[in-house]
């Protein structure tokens, strides 16, 4: 039996379409594949890399197989990544060996002892968490920020979100967020810095704690 399949399950909406060790692997070739044809997969690690030099304590929640915790790893930060998924957790951890994955649900997450200056959640964390766990998940995510920190969501707006993920607008998260007690530093439409809204399919956010 692998390990994934001794952690226990974390329903989420990502739950509902993912499909355990051999899922994960055909998840990972995919963005490998994508490397070897010149793909810029970069963008969410150096938009991260940018609001804090490193070292920085970076926390990648929601970091299925561990593109952009790796990354930021390999650019000299110290770098925490956590996932509902077992399995992608399990190929994260066959890939790095350095960077330390967590498998645990964002809604209920307790690092004991651990705060981060950053916390990010790319590749459409937000809307494939669990219906109605939003605002304990931001909650959860600002227990650990420092007191100048910044959580940055990245995500696909309603109309073009993936299969299986919900239709979250900006205002959406605006409103989790201050109930998470997290005020508004900056919104863009791309992880390039592109201004918003740009063309309405994307919304980049970074907070900060109130």
Do not use: K
């Amino acid at each position: 039996m692998s390990p994934a399949a001794e952690l226990p399950e974390i329903r989420t909406r990502w739950s509902e379409v993912s499909g355990g060790i051999d899922a994960a692997h055909a998840y990972q070739q995919r963005f490998d594949a994508l490397a070897e044809q010149g793909v810029d997969l970069d963008g969410e690690a150096r938009f991260v890399h940018a609001l804090h030099e490193a070292p920085a304590r970076i926390l990648d929640a929601g970091c299925g197989t561990g593109r952009v915790a790796s990354t930021l790893t390999a650019l000299g930060h110290d770098v925490v990544g956590v996932d509902a998924d077992g399995a992608m957790i399990e190929v994260a951890r066959e890939r790095d060996d350095t960077t330390r994955f967590v498998h645990a649900d964002l809604a209920t997450l307790t690092l004991t002892g651990q705060a981060f200056d950053v916390i990010v959640l790319a590749g459409n964390v937000v809307p494939f968490l669990a219906d109605g766990t939003l605002v304990d998940v931001l909650r959860r995510l600002r227990a650990h920020l420092t007191t100048d920190g910044r959580l940055v969501c990245g995500w696909a707006l309603p109309g073009h979100q993936p299969p299986g993920a919900a239709a979250v607008d900006a205002d959406d998260v605006d409103r989790a967020a201050f109930a998470a007690d997290l005020s508004l530093v900056v919104r863009y439409s791309s992880w390039d810095r592109d201004p918003w809204p740009g063309d309405g399919s994307w919304a980049l956010t970074v907070h900060r704690p109130r």
